[in-house]
């Protein structure tokens, strides 16, 4: 028993110190990294790594670094702080491998093109687009949606387009609007901060929290809307695309990092 406890913890630490990935390019560990991307991956980044909710890995640099043992790091660890979980209790070190070989057999390094003049997106985010009122990029802007200093990697442009044009069809993580009536017939609707047994914490759309005791509350309901306004036919196509480019260059490092 200490002997398996042992040999794991030096399989773990042998896979850990690897700086070279030992099945790269191997045909074989290819397709089986494929069937686990599938799995595990495909539901973020797309059943081909092309992105959906989460990056595509298909295209451009991965911002995780240049080396295997980057790309080990981060699908076993995760990336702290960002929706990327490890997978490290899921998958064999072995696992890992294959997944990070199938990766590279798709990725193609470089920087993918991206119309749209970000100088002039960062001008209509803090102005016509009013978005900093809600989002804070550095330490600049409101408090109310999602930090978005890192958003140019966590999302892809297709993502990200339909995040401004649609917002209600993907809330994202932590931002569930819920619609509080109290016993005296008031309707707040907000942000849910933080349920126990006892109280509820709602934060509206004026950077103001409630907080309501179970007992004063009629019902707490969970709305599929989005509190952040759709930005439809608000923008011309080229003002869409220069808010894209400056999006896609807000890659800050992870807070956890
Ligand atoms: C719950 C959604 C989710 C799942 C499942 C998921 N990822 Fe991620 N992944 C993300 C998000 C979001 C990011 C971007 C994090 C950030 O940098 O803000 C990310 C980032 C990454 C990165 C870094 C990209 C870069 O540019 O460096 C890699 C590599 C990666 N994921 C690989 C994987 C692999 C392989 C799997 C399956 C074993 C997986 N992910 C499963 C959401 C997910
Ligand atoms: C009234 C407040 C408000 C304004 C104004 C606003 N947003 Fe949002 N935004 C939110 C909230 C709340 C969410 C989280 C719920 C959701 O995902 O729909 C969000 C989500 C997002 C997301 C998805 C973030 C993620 O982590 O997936 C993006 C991208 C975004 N907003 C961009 C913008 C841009 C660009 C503008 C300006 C054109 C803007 N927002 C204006 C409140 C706002």
Not at 104 to 114: D, H, L, Y
Not at 199 to 211: F, G, I, K, N, P
Not at 232 to 246: I, M
């Given at each position: 028993?200490?002997?398996?406890?042992?040999?794991a913890?030096?399989?773990a630490?042998?896979?850990?110190?690897?700086?070279?990935?030992?099945v790269?390019?191997?045909?074989?560990?290819?397709?089986?990294?494929?069937?686990?991307?599938?799995?595990?991956?495909?539901?973020?980044?797309g059943?081909?790594?092309?992105?959906?909710k989460?990056?595509?890995?298909?295209?451009?640099?991965?911002?995780?670094?240049?080396?295997?043992?980057?790309?080990?790091?981060?699908?076993?660890?995760?990336?702290?702080?960002?929706?990327?979980?490890?997978?490290?209790?899921?998958?064999?070190?072995?696992?890992?491998?294959?997944?990070?070989?199938?990766?590279?057999?798709?990725?193609?390094?470089?920087?993918?093109?991206?119309?749209?003049?970000?100088?002039?997106?960062?001008?209509?985010?803090?102005?016509?687009?009013?978005?900093?009122?809600?989002h804070?990029?550095?330490?600049?802007?409101?408090?109310?949606?999602?930090?978005?200093?890192?958003?140019?990697?966590?999302?892809t442009?297709?993502?990200?387009?339909?995040?401004?044009?649609?917002?209600?069809?993907?809330?994202?993580?932590?931002?569930?609007?819920?619609?509080?009536?109290?016993?005296?017939?008031?309707?707040?609707?907000?942000?849910?901060?933080?349920?126990?047994?006892?109280?509820?914490?709602?934060?509206?759309?004026?950077?103001?929290?409630?907080?309501?005791?179970?007992?004063?509350?009629q019902?707490?309901?969970?709305?599929?809307?989005?509190?952040?306004?759709?930005?439809?036919?608000?923008?011309?196509?080229?003002?869409?695309?220069?808010?894209?480019?400056?999006?896609?260059?807000?890659?800050a490092?992870?807070?956890?990092?």
């Amino acid at each position: 028993m200490r002997n398996a406890t042992a040999i794991a913890l030096w399989t773990a630490w042998a896979a850990w110190a690897q700086t070279a990935n030992p099945v790269a390019g191997d045909p074989a560990s290819v397709e089986v990294g494929r069937g686990i991307f599938r799995i595990y991956c495909s539901p973020c980044h797309g059943i081909r790594g092309e992105g959906g909710k989460g990056p595509s890995l298909l295209q451009g640099t991965l911002h995780t670094g240049g080396s295997d043992a980057e790309l080990y790091q981060a699908i076993a660890a995760g990336i702290p702080g960002t929706e990327m979980p490890g997978f490290g209790g899921a998958l064999t070190a072995d696992g890992v491998w294959r997944v990070v070989a199938f990766l590279r057999s798709v990725n193609q390094p470089g920087t993918p093109f991206i119309p749209g003049d970000r100088v002039e997106g960062e001008r209509l985010f803090w102005t016509k687009g009013g978005c900093g009122q809600c989002h804070r990029v550095g330490t600049r802007g409101g408090r109310f949606g999602p930090e978005l200093s890192r958003i140019g990697r966590a999302r892809t442009l297709q993502h990200l387009r339909e995040s401004i044009e649609n917002p209600g069809r993907d809330v994202a993580a932590g931002f569930a609007t819920v619609s509080v009536v109290t016993r005296d017939g008031r309707r707040i609707v907000g942000i849910e901060r933080g349920r126990d047994n006892f109280s509820v914490r709602l934060l509206d759309a004026q950077e103001q929290y409630h907080s309501f005791l179970k007992e004063d509350v009629q019902s707490i309901q969970p709305e599929t809307r989005s509190l952040m306004p759709s930005y439809r036919n608000v923008f011309t196509a080229k003002e869409l695309d220069d808010l894209l480019a400056y999006l896609a260059s807000l890659t800050a490092a992870a807070p956890g990092r």
